[in-house]
C-alpha cells in the first residue's frame, strides 16, 4: 500500500533561514503532490500543489519541489518568520479527489 | 474560494451515545468529504458523499458507524455513532473548489470529539 513518510520530529530554525521539509513516498506514482499548513485547532490550509511532471513550483517564499525518481518531494520557506511555525503536510493524490496524508512535520521558526 | 463551517467546534461525550457533525459551506459543491484526524496521525478520508446519491465509505469505514446525509449542495452531517473512546478524534469536512484533479482543497475547522 502507499506510504508517506514525513520527519515526524519538530524542525526548529532561526528566523530568516530558509526551512526545508521532506516528503518521502512508495509504490504509487502520483500525477500531483499537495501541501497543506495545519495551525493548532484548525483545519488543513491548501499552500501548494506540483504536477509530476513539474520539478519545481513557487510561491512567494515558498518553493516545492518533486523528483519522481527519488519519490521524493522538499518543500523549502525562504526567509522563515514565527507566524511560518505551524504542521506541514503534504499529500499525495491516489486517483481523482482521493489524497493520502502524511502526519506532517512540525516546524518552529524562533526569534 | 470556499469557506466552510462546521459545529460543534468540540464535544465529549459518553460511550454507547452517538453525535452528529454539521458542515456548511458558502457555497454550491458537488462533492464534500469527511475525514479523521487522530492524535498525532494524518487525515484518514471516511467518506465521499455527493448531493442526491449515497456516501461512498473507504475501506474501514462503514454506513452503520459513520452515517452521512447531504441534503443539498451546501451541507453534510456526519454522524459518529455508538461512540467509544475510539472514536475520539477530530473530524473534518473538505470541498474540491473547481475542476480537474488539480483542484485546491479547503478544509472546515474540525470537530474535536473527546469520548469517555
Known amino acids: 500500500s502507499q506510504k508517506i513518510e514525513q520527519n515526524s520530529e519538530a524542525l526548529n530554525i532561526q528566523e530568516g533561514k530558509t526551512a526545508t521539509l521532506t516528503c518521502n513516498y512508495t509504490n504509487y506514482s502520483p500525477a500531483y503532490l499537495q501541501w497543506y499548513r495545519q495551525d493548532p485547532g484548525r483545519g488543513p490550509v491548501f499552500l501548494l500543489l506540483i504536477r509530476e511532471n513539474e520539478k519545481e513550483k513557487r510561491k512567494e517564499r515558498l518553493k516545492v519541489t518533486f523528483d519522481t525518481t527519488l519519490k521524493q518531494s522538499l518543500f523549502h520557506i525562504t526567509a522563515s518568520q514565527p507566524a511560518d511555525s505551524a504542521t506541514y503536510l503534504c499529500a499525495l493524490d491516489m486517483s481523482p479527489y482521493k489524497y493520502i496524508f502524511g502526519t506532517g512535520t512540525r516546524l518552529k521558526v524562533l526569534a | 474560494s470556499a469557506v466552510i463551517s462546521q459545529k460543534p467546534s468540540r464535544d465529549i461525550c459518553q460511550r454507547g451515545t452517538s453525535l452528529t457533525i454539521q458542515c456548511q459551506v458558502d457555497?454550491?459543491?458537488?462533492?464534500m468529504f469527511w475525514y479523521r484526524q487522530q492524535p498525532g496521525q494524518s487525515l484518514t478520508l471516511i467518506a465521499t458523499a455527493n448531493q442526491g446519491s449515497e456516501a461512498t465509505y473507504e475501506s474501514g469505514f462503514v454506513i452503520d458507524k459513520f452515517p452521512i446525509s447531504r441534503p443539498n449542495l451546501t451541507f453534510s452531517t456526519l454522524t459518529v455513532s455508538n461512540m467509544s473512546p475510539e472514536d475520539s478524534s477530530i473530524y473534518l469536512c473538505?470541498?474540491?473548489w473547481g475542476q480537474g484533479r488539480q483542484d485546491t482543497q479547503y478544509f472546515g475547522p474540525g470537530t474535536r470529539l473527546t469520548v469517555l
Open positions: 473538505s470541498v474540491v
Open positions: 457555497s454550491q459543491v458537488t462533492m
